[in-house]
Each structure stands twice: as C-alpha cells, then as structure tokens.
C-alpha cells in the first residue's frame, strides 16, 4: 500500500523537532510538514481546554495539507488533548508520552526521576502511567522556565545550568538511576544534563518509540509513499524564525504563518 500524502507534526513550539529528527531518520523517504505554535509556547502551563483547542487548531491546519498520519509531538497536548483528537478525527494520531514504563522496569535502585511541564504532570494519563508502577518512587519535578529558554535559544546559558541543577541536584541526592525526559523540547538539553548527571542514571526520551509506532502505522493502516523522488520536508512557524532554523542546522525552509 502506496501513499504519497506528507506525515504532519505539531508541537507548542521547536521542541518536536527532536521527534521529527527521529522520524526522518527512520522514514528518510516520507515528506514531513512540521507546525511550531511557539506563539503560544509554553503548553504547559495553560489549561487542559487551551491545549485541546490549540491542539485542534494545529490538527486542522496539517489536515488541509492533506497529512496522512499526524504525529502529536508534543507530551503536553498528548497527555491533555490526544484522546479528544482521536475522537473527532479521522486521520490516525500517534501521541509522545513520557518513557515511565522501561525505566520503571530496569531502575535498580526503585527511584526513577521524571523532568517534565506542569501540564504533562498534572494529566490524568500521566497519573493513569504512574498507577501501574506502586513499588517504584517517582520524583516528579515541573522544568519551569526550561521551553521558555529554548524556544529564545538559550540552551547554553547561565541561566539554563542554573536551573538544571536546580532541578535535577535533589534527584541525584535521592539516587535515581534513570531520568525520564518528559518533555520534546529536553533532548536538547541532554549535553548539559550529562554535565550534571553520575555516569550510572541513564536518561531516556521517547524519540525513538514515537518513530517506531509511526512506522507500524504506516505498515499497518496508511501506507507508505512511493521510493521515487527525494522526500520533502518544510516547516512552519507562527514567530521569529531564526531559533527554529538553527536547531534544523539551517538545513530546511522555513515558513512563517499566523496559523
């Protein structure tokens, strides 16, 4: 089964880029059409009704450029927004959701720590995740402040190691030994992160499942597109441009549309 329609990908901002990355990675022939609503970055301290509309809004602007499969990537709207999508769209949706699961399985020391938005933390299919795991301590801790720097190209900044460290000092203390990612915009934080981090906590996104799943979608319900021509991949945003350019190596056109 053959079909040509580009895969669509949204985000509050630039931050699923890193799943995009992953996806294009493993499907380097798909077209991607990637959407960046860093206007109203960060999601994660708005209300579960702002995130489904907004959520709704990026959907639509993807299905009228005929997206085949639209990958929700983004843990923020996925955890508040995911079910409500799938119930009034047709297309197929592919959530991120923070990796709870292996490194709940593998932790040695029983403490596993999770870096994520209050939005993502406070969703009832993150509370439904960590039900599953009663004999595991999750340390939860809300990165405030951290998609802001991001989404203004901060990574490296003072400002930055300062709150990371601030955040992630008392996990160590309390000997996790993995660090769950719970938010597409932390990947690239990952340098600084190791900086901080023992060797022994292993850090974990959920890049590589989501282009997994995205794949068996493909295989199993839409199809893939015909190996013919070079893939294309064209990227939209509702701000200033240039930060989302820098962290795509300024490999790829950038769009910019009040959507």
Known sequence: MTNNNPIG???????????????????PNENT??????????????????????????TEFLLKQNCKLIVVACNTATTNAVKELRAKYKV????IEPAIKPAALHSKTQKIGILATKGTLNSELFFKNVEQFQDIQILE??????????????INSAEMEELLHKYLSPMVQSNIDYLVLGCSHYPYLIPQIKKILPKNITIIDSGEAVAKQTKKILQETVGFRENSSPSNSVFYTNTNPIVLSEILENKYPILVKDF
């Open 9 to 27: 990908l949204f985000d509050s901002g630039i931050g699923g880029t890193s799943i995009w990355k992953e996806i294009h990675h493993l499907l």
């Open 33 to 58: 059409i990637y959407l960046a609503d860093s206007k109203n970055a960060p999601y994660g301290q708005k209300t579960k009704e702002e995130i489904i509309h907004l959520s709704c809004k990026n």
């Open 92 to 95: 197929p949706f592919i959530g």
């Open 141 to 154: 801790q809300i990165g405030y402040g951290l998609v802001e720097l991001i989404e203004n190209g901060q």
